[in-house]
């Protein structure tokens, strides 16, 4: 017995030879070892979550080395030409030009619309129709030119048809994609127009276009960042690079070269503090930098590369589409062959014989699938645009609905991508604040509270948070400039008390110190205008930082000393919010004595020391990024329908879990294996959750990683970077699921490119809507849920409608085949086939379309798309086998009708064709003696194919109401389809108006029918609705699963 350990960060893979199974011997059980409590994991994220200051070790953009964040600026500016006070002269512009290129993205050559009109009236189905509709043509052609007019002009019309269904299909498709695309235009704002730029010792407003590297810039609050910069100065600068790390914190920026970290260790440029990257947008503050990369040589350029590297994944529908051609050619072909030599054995031409392969060939193919699938796609992407989801891709509304797992992002996607106040600590007790999308600020607490009142003043005055001017909308709508800590506190004190700017102006701020990393607070110093006169001090940072500095703590109206018991009873309470992943704030102020700061005092950083003041504790406010409320709801629909979530997020795992708890991810009462790893001999497969971070992905393998997807039924993927989410994706296809990936940054690129279905948010990059499938304009998860269920509803759809359709072609086909075997009178023309398939049946047939989804629909497992086919062969059985021999049947017996009742007995029809079709003969006799010339016989022989045709129509009406259900009881499912009801109508009105109004029938070869016509047809309707009714009983049921499985369409 051999035994192998590996060790990968926070967990043993142990691999063990024990004669068991392949994957056992593979992979081994997996064991999880962590050695840290969860309490110093709480007190890291404490210490660097709250002000959004978040370490990474991030190992992304493997191949991008540079050294421009190590060098110092005077090397940097030696390297690239450049003064850091004046900037480039015109000469050094030229040559870096010259040198670097552009600052342009070039996006990959457009397709012309000629083209993009060309593959979708050309390809798919289409393909199969436009072969179909020249051979008939062709077939036409060759038999004019053999003067058998009657069937040319019936091969020239069926021709013809086809090829006209198959334009209206492709310029539908097509006027979809089209109307697509110009909404996808109006996104294009990405880069930035303009930006100020330093150039022989001018300020200059340019193109981002002509920047060049070496250019001097600068950049202020709401910029996007034209080009990758090093940073020269600044002041408390910060930017959002959730677009490439997936974090929505403000991250801050420094002019100090990161050459090395606490450690020693050589700091990479992906934890830089020094670096700005192109498109990333300025939140806070001013900055001043220099250009050293633009283009396709920034960061963004290499993502977006990348992403277009990656070969599209072939959709789950164009994969079905592509079977069901091969499919239907290979049945054609088959039955083409066998009456190709049927015909040859009973003696006819070469010609006539190749003549039938034609028609049947032809005959075998549904004409009206490729318009209605369209129409089916067309409606479900209309109606999704109506929930705020733009579909780009007609087949993307499909393929969601086959989805198996949903990788999700977490901010934006989950959660409201806004910091809200969540939690309140005042008076010694905890209080919750309204934290939902459409908050009035009604929390469970006492504004008038005198503890509360400390904490909100401040929370008010101890801040740089402030709205922008001129806004006329909700408070929670408004922008506002500063931290995003700040906005939401100043946002819930808005709420609260009105306007907070007002309240500002009673406490004058005298002095600030901002917040630094060092200090981890933030001090200002304001003018009292109330009952006590002097300076008035307020502070807010990391809870144990503030808590370390005070001496007493207030509870209600009166101050109590801060002792160990104190300290010990708020940190439970920071700790506490921490888990929730919540970021928490320590608040505390002072009333400054007179005696030591007069009113002509001079605050500065340098002769101000804090330890000298009495501190007091006035409470805790804790902050998150909340979920959408629609969210917890859509997970839990999602997972009763079999479908996995996996939020992928660059956040911490303690929020990422959080937040994953919250909108039931992770279920109420599952442990995830992190927090049953202290169980002894606990093994991991009893957890159904767990969490997993970046740096524990980056040490497994692709097979490990893999195994630990497919044993775990709700994960969360935190610290991610960009290639572990694309191999996050990878993996699960690679166990067969069917991926739907959200995503908004540029970062995410790849991974939304290879999934089956990518997702990107309204409002995240271009590049992400670029190479995505579908765009969630509103940004919101639920819309994804409703899409699945769209989804769904279109593939059940799809094979109602084949059912339907294939039913017709099949009751054709086998009359084309008796009139071939048995050589009776021809039972139904071309002409009349045209109008069964391509008038009376498309009007149930695109009603369908509408038809409402089962109500079972989202409890049902995603389907197999290697077994839940849309062509499978409990569908041939029923198409080929029951319903279309029914149809048949039905057809035959109206049409034996017609002839018995004039005289021609169905034994005396038989082999009879060739003399009862002769114009030669005008002297055949009957059954009874009685002689007919041509041109009556061939008067009954349309009055036959009339009643042929009408029975085909009646029993496909039967069929159509049938087909309005796979599962459920037509009485479960009802007539509320007002679309069908009235496609019912038309139906049979079309018929009557070929057949019953003069001249009209003349020129389609009908003849007017007499009642009786009609009732032959009839109880074969009835039959079939009643047959098909115990069929979906029986699959209900469950009663054998054999019957199940065999019966089920």
Known sequence: MKTQRFNKGSYNFKEKDDG????????????????????????????????????????????????????????????????????????????????????????????????????????????????????????????????????????LYSGVSL??????????????????????????????????????????????????????IELNYGDKLPADVRIIECQSFKVDNSSITGESDPQSRTAICTDKDADGRKVEWSDAKNLAFFSTSVIQGFAKGIVIKIGHSTLIGRLAKLASSVESTESPIAKEMNRIIRLMTTLSLFFGVIFYGIGIWMKYSWLNALFFVIGIV???????????????????????AKK???????????????????????????????????????????????????AKGKGNYNVSDPGFLELANVGMLCSKAKFKPGQNVPILSMEAEGDSSEVAILKCMELQFGSVEEYRK????????????????????????????????????????????????????????????????????????????????????????????????????????IGGNALRFVGLMSLIDPPRSAVPNAVLRCKAAGVKIAMITGDHPVTATAIARAVNIISPGNKTAQEMANKIDTPPEIAKAAVFTGSELTAMSPEELQYCIS?????????????????????????????????????????????????????????????????????????????????????????????????????????????????????MGTIGMLLSTLGADVFPAVALAHESAESDIMKLKPRDPNKDTLMTLPMLSYSYGQIGVLETLGGFFAYFCTFACNGWLPKDLLFSQSRFESSAVNDLSDSYGQEWSYDTRMTLEKQAQTAFFLSIVITQFANAICCKTRRLSIFQQGMK????????????????????????????????LKYESWLASIPFAVFLLIYDECRRFFVRSGVSSWISKEFST
């Not at 993996?731 to 970062?747: C, E, F, P, R, T």
């Open 506 to 609: 009673n406490f004058p701020k005298i002095f600030e110190i901002p917040f630094n990393s060092i200090s981890k607070y933030q001090i200002s110093v304001h003018k009292s205008c109330g009952k006590e006169q002097g300076f008035m001090l307020v502070m807010k940072g990391a809870p144990e930082r503030i808590v370390d500095l005070c001496s007493s703590v207030l509870i209600g109206e009166v101050e109590h000393v801060m002792d160990f018991k104190m300290k010990e009873q708020i940190k439970d309470t920071y700790l506490k919010f921490a888990s929730l992943g919540e970021r928490v704030l320590g608040f505390c102020d002072c009333q400054l004595p007179s005696q030591q700061f007069p009113d002509n005092f001079v605050f500065d950083e340098n002769n101000f020391e």
């Open 362 to 384: 032809v005959g075998n193919v549904p004409e009206n699938l490729s318009v209605t699938l369209t129409i089916i796609l067309a409606l479900a992407a209309k109606k999704m």
């Open 977 to 1008: 389809n007002n679309l069908m009801n009235v496609g019912l109508v038309l139906m049979i009105s079309i018929p009557c108006i070929f057949i019953y109004t003069p001249y009209v029938n003349t020129a389609v070869s009908f003849v007017p």
């Open 163 to 216: 090829l006209v269904v198959v334009l209206i299909a492709g310029s539908f498709s097509y006027y979809q994609e089209f109307q697509s695309n110009r909404v996808m235009e109006s996104f294009k704002k990405m880069a930035p127009q303009t930006v100020t730029v330093i150039r022989s010792g001018q300020r200059i407003q340019l193109d981002s276009t002509e920047i060049v590297v070496g250019d001097i």
């Open 20 to 155: 068991g199974d392949e994957k056992s011997k593979k992979l081994g059980k997996l064991r999880f070892a962590f050695n840290k409590t969860i309490e110093p994991e709480l007190k890291q994220f404490v210490l660097e979550g709250w002000n959004g200051e978040k370490k990474r070790s991030v190992n992304y953009r493997a191949g991008w080395d540079i050294d421009e964040h190590r060098i110092s600026l005077g090397v940097l500016a030696s390297r690239y030409g450049t003064d850091l006070e004046n900037g480039l002269s015109d000469d050094a512009v030229k040559m870096s030009r010259a040198t670097f290129g552009e600052n342009i993205l070039h996006t990959a050559k457009k397709r012309s619309e000629w083209l993009k009109f060309l593959e979708n009236t050309l390809m798919g189905l289409n393909l199969l129709l436009w072969v179909c509709g020249m051979i008939s043509i062709g077939a036409g052609v060759v038999q004019y030119m053999t003067n058998d007019m009657d069937d040319a002009t019936g091969s």
């Open 711 to 827: 044993i775990y039924d709700e994960l969360v993927f935190a610290r991610t970077s960009p290639e572990q989410k694309y191999e996050i994706v990878k993996a699960y296809q690679k166990l067969g699921h069917i991926v739907a990936v959200s995503g908004d940054g540029v970062n995410d690129a790849s991974s939304l490119k290879k999934a089956n279905i990518g997702i990107a948010v309204g409002s995240g990059t271009e590049v992400a809507k670029e190479v995505a499938d579908l765009i969630l304009l509103d940004d919101n998860f639920a819309s994804i849920v409703s899409g699945i269920e769209d989804g769904r509803l279109i593939f059940d759809n799809l094979k109602k409608l084949i059912r339907y359709t294939m039913a017709d072609n099949v009751a054709e086909m086998y009359c084309y085949w008796v009139y071939i075997i048995l050589r009776v009178p021809l039972p």
């Open 388 to 438: 705020n989801c733009l579909v780009k891709q007609l087949h993307a509304v499909e393929t969601l609905g086959s989805a198996s797992v949903i990788c999700s992002d977490k901010t934006g996607t989950l959660t409201q991508n806004k910091m809200s106040v969540a939690h309140l600590w005042f008076n010694n007790k905890i209080a919750e604040a309204d934290t939902t999308e459409y």
